[in-house]
Every structure is written in structure tokens, then in C-alpha cells.
């Protein structure tokens, strides 16, 4: 595996189940982020985790429960979800802190998991 | 905070032409940077091309060229000789260099390349 990857790709759930989305990241980053994108809107930053600590909590509900138990995995648990938080889960990660000739800490994003809250 | 907006919802360029992305930012902050991402349909998000703020050169990428005009606020990204595969959600997005790692984003321009 190379990059970011997420799992599952697509997740159908209703509103009284849990469920949990899984990143992993292969670049060797120290920052992991979830974002949310919904249609005609901008990407919507939700959590950061800088050297696996959060840093950002963007007032996100706590029916969003965030975990990352390394600097390679973040986790995102879900329970109690209402239809409105369907939408397109995209996990990031980025190199912070020294940045090298040439970087530009951009940030890498995984393929997304698309979520239907029924 | 910083906000991007992308006023163009819906862009269409015909094969082999040229197209001009427009983004336009708001800050205060003199040090930060500007990417342009590609989210084609279904496929991941990647980094198209980058622009640090105190670089008075354009960036360049193959067919990709922006148009940086920093007391402006703009960051327009030009795809010249259009290709089917240039097909996709494009994103502008901005970093500050020191208020940490938040990006904003753009609500994205929907590209249609025309055969």
C-alpha cells in the first residue's frame, strides 16, 4: 500500500448503528486530519492530530469520535448519526514541524469513504 | 479565518484549449501557501500545483501554470492544451505559515472537457 488509504470505501448505515472509518498513512507524515465534503460546499476540516495528539476540534458534534493510536492510523467512530451527516469522509495526512528544501507541507488525502446515514 | 472562494461552480473547455481556474483569498497574513488540488470523479484528491507567497514567480507544472497576483488576493490556475483526463472537481486551497496546519478550501470548480 502506498499513500493514504481508507476503509471501507462506501458505508451504509442507519441512524441507530456504530460504525467506525479506518486511515492508515504510508508517507511517513506526523499530522492526520478528517474532513467532511458535501456537495456545493468547502471541505469541512473536523479533527487534527499533530504527533498523535489533537490539536483542532472544529465543533464537530460528539457523535463523531476521533482516534489515533499511532502517527500512521486515525479512526473515525461513528454512532448515532443523523441523514444529514452523509457525505464524502476524506482522511489527510502532511509532514509538520522542519520543513525540507523543496516541501511545501502539503497534505496528501486518501481516496474517501462515502457515507449513507438512512 | 481565512476564506477561498472559487466563484466559477461549473467551468467546460474544449479539448486541446486553454482554461483559467479563478480563486480568489482573503487574509491579513503575508507569508502562507496556495495549491490547487484535482478530485477527478470517484478517484482521490491530489496536488495539482503549489505557490509559496513570497515567491514573485509563477508557478508551473507541464500544463499547468498559475497566475499569482498577491496584492490582488488571486491565484487562477490555467490547464493549456486540455486533455479528456483533466476532467474533475478542482480545489484551491490555503495555508497560513503560522497559524499551524488548517487548510482552507474553495467550494471547487467542476471542469467538463469537451472532445
Known amino acids: 500500500e502506498t499513500g493514504v488509504t481508507q476503509t471501507p470505501r462506501h458505508l451504509v448505515m442507519g441512524m441507530t448503528n456504530k460504525k467506525s472509518l479506518k486511515c492508515e498513512q504510508h508517507?511517513?507524515?506526523?499530522?492526520m486530519y478528517w474532513y467532511k465534503q458535501s456537495a456545493k460546499k468547502p471541505l469541512e476540516l473536523m479533527f487534527v492530530y499533530n504527533f498523535k495528539e489533537q490539536t483542532e476540534n472544529n465543533s464537530v458534534p460528539s457523535r463523531f469520535s476521533p482516534e489515533c493510536p499511532n502517527s500512521s492510523h486515525l479512526f473515525l467512530h461513528l454512532h448515532t448519526l443523523q441523514p444529514e451527516d452523509s457525505a464524502l469522509y476524506l482522511c489527510?495526512?502532511?509532514?509538520?514541524?522542519?520543513?525540507?528544501?523543496?516541501?511545501?507541507?502539503?497534505?496528501?488525502f486518501g481516496p474517501g469513504t462515502r457515507l449513507t446515514v438512512l | 479565518a481565512q476564506t477561498v472562494t472559487q466563484s466559477q461552480p461549473e467551468m467546460s473547455v474544449q479539448e486541446a484549449e486553454t482554461v483559467t481556474l479563478s480563486c480568489t483569498y482573503d487574509t491579513s497574513e503575508s507569508d502562507y501557501y496556495l495549491f490547487w488540488y484535482k478530485q477527478p470523479p470517484s478517484r482521490q484528491m491530489i496536488l495539482v500545483i503549489r505557490?509559496?507567497?513570497?515567491?514573485?514567480q509563477n508557478a508551473t507544472e507541464n500544463r499547468f501554470s498559475v497566475n499569482f497576483q498577491k496584492a490582488a488576493k488571486s491565484f487562477s490556475l490555467k490547464i493549456s492544451d486540455s486533455q479528456l483526463g483533466d476532467a474533475a472537481m478542482y480545489f484551491c486551497?490555503?495555508?497560513?505559515?503560522?497559524?499551524?496546519?488548517?487548510?482552507?478550501f474553495g467550494t471547487g470548480t467542476s471542469l467538463t472537457v469537451i472532445p
Open positions: 486551497a490555503y495555508r497560513s505559515d503560522s497559524t499551524g496546519n488548517q487548510f482552507y
Open positions: 508517507l511517513g507524515h506526523n499530522a
Open positions: 489527510a495526512s502532511s509532514q509538520e514541524g522542519i520543513i525540507l528544501a523543496g516541501a511545501y507541507n502539503e497534505q496528501f
Open positions: 505557490q509559496e507567497a513570497y515567491k514573485q
